[in-house]
């Protein structure tokens, strides 16, 4: 039985999907106007853990999540570098798109971008204004909050105690809090300012807020309620907070059953942030540091609380890391290596802690998500394993349980996203790679990796006709979709770049 800490309720909870054995979840993603630091990567690591042990448990996930490509943050960006925002968002949203697939996060099954879904947004907003919870003013639109008798119910807040956030100033000097009915108000929908992106809409040109994406994003690919809505514990409020209110205002009934919030990293004990100069970007880490490894430092505290990212605990991490690795090579090599000779260990009862282990991890992980406390029982399984095997050679009665207890390792590392010897991690190819083999190939389908390989064996039918020119389309095609050809002896092999 699996338990969720639901932050809204302030307690874990017994984990019962809308639909039986299918699980809609919703974890907010980046504002691209800049390259994630590690602290955004804990969170998206995480909740990358999370995902894939519940498909690992059998459910059928359906992972969104969004990329706002439109904020305040990306046009002053693009002011500052001379560029438009829309350059500015498509850099970095490809940026954001390979940092996570070098830190082994995978994909989601659905990456909505703001600027694409301005439509739904309307829709929502037009909802608000029919049902009394949002009011136009001179092209902007604003949510009531009082109009919501439940706000402050996911952050804890008392209404009455807010107070409103900073005074913002129009170009004429006029305050937008006294455009306002109430200073609490927040903004769903922006008038244009010039110069900035904007969308036609029923109140004039304008932008949507950021709160207004992810609810009418989770609406529209989920449905409401949906099972889970996760993000860092920095955007319970005003963010989240937001986002209940105008979804289930909108819509009279629950927005999301469960509430996931991770928690904040740290660096060295302190606060990260750029005046202390301790501010890392996830791409610096992992130039200097495994993948894995990094995976396995977050793993080793709970995902709720704070965690103390240091050079010191990154090299106790990698230590712990190879003493699992160490292990595995150690079953391979004792397999590999088995005589015809009396059995030197105890059989039955390791039989036995191969079968135990496994659900003892399921157990674990079932309370909350525990990695740090099923890491502890991997790492008890392995010492037995090393204690048990350290410079025998074993009886080839012992192979069978010894690749039990190899493939629990595998199995249960894998479910973190850390791949131990001998399982590769499915390569996860760009959607931009169909519509290309389609073009060049021929090609009828929509799975990325038959697009790749279908593109593979009409650049090498090309190379054998001698058609130099489509074999080069082939190749500089793959490689502006991040795609590196390979050519080995036992033939060409793409590498995601």
Partial sequence: MIKIYNTQTHQKEKFQSVELGKIGMYVC???VYNYIHIGNARTFISFDVIRRYLEWRGFKVTFVQNVTDVDDKIINKAKEEGRTPAEVAAEYTKAFIDDMHKAGVK???????ATEEIPAMIELVEDLIKGGHAYEVEGDVYFSVRSFPEYGKLSGRNIDEMESGHRELRADGQGIEDRKRDPLDFAVWKAAKPGEPCWDSP???GRPGWHLECSAMSRKYLG?????????????????????AQSEAACGCTFANYWIHGGMLQINSEKMSKS?????????????TRPEVLRFLMLQTHYRSPLDFSDERLAEAEAGLSRIENTVKNLQWAIENAQDIPSPLKTKPLMAQVKDTR??????????????GALGIIFGFVNDLNSQIAGKTVSITDVPVLRGAYAV???????FGIMLEGEEEEVQYPDAVVPLAKELAGYTGANPAQAVS?????????????????ADQVRDGMKELGLIIEDTPQGPRVSVE
């Fill in 224 to 244: 409401l309620p949906f099972d889970i809505h996760g993000g860092g514990a920095d955007l319970v409020f005003p963010h989240h907070e937001n986002e209940v």
């Fill in 359 to 372: 659900n003892e991890f399921i157990v674990t992980m079932d309370d909350d998500f525990n990695t740090a």
């Fill in 276 to 288: 202390l100069g301790n501010f890392l970007l996830l791409r610096d880490v992992l130039e200097r």
């Fill in 409 to 415: 390792l595998v199995e249960l590392m894998s479910v």
């Fill in 203 to 205: 109140w004039g040109k």
């Fill in 29 to 31: 993603g980046p504002t």
């Fill in 454 to 470: 279908v593109l593979l064996d009409c650049r090498t039918e090309a190379r054998a006709n001698k058609n130099w020119a489509l």
């Fill in 107 to 113: 994909d989601p099954d659905i990456r909505p971008k």
